[in-house]
């Protein structure tokens, strides 16, 4: 069975930065594809940021473009989020995605990131 397990959620204030990670408990090369989504209260998950396996094409919603960065480590099989110059609508619970070549679909537990202005 497949886990995905983020962590680094937690606290800070606007301009500040986090770094997320997702390990997951097999091979990421198994995977076509890993995203990080998020959720606020109230409002339905949404994509922040994805990255394939072959060839690493990084894909990020407007909102966070300049400020995010996707990446992934294949040794460590870990994917991580650097978020810069946080905001407070960036407040939500964030979640690791990945799909694998069939097509299946994983998801994380999350992990809180709250933004104070």
């Known amino acids: 069975q497949v886990h995905l397990v983020e962590s680094g959620g937690g606290l800070v204030q606007t301009g500040g930065s986090l770094r997320l990670s997702c390990a997951a408990s097999g091979n990421i090369l198994s995977f076509q594809s890993m995203a990080w989504y998020r959720q606020a209260p109230g409002k339905p998950r949404d994509l922040v940021a994805s990255i394939t396996t072959g060839g690493g094409r990084t894909n990020y919603a407007d909102y966070v473009k300049g400020r995010f960065t996707i990446s992934r480590d294949n040794a460590m099989n870990t994917v991580a989020l650097v978020m810069n110059s946080l905001k407070p609508e960036d407040t939500a619970f964030y979640y690791c995605?990945?799909?694998?070549?069939?097509?299946?679909?994983?998801w994380g537990h999350g992990t809180q990131v709250t933004v104070s202005s």
């Open positions: 995605f990945a799909r694998n070549y069939l097509y299946k679909e994983y």
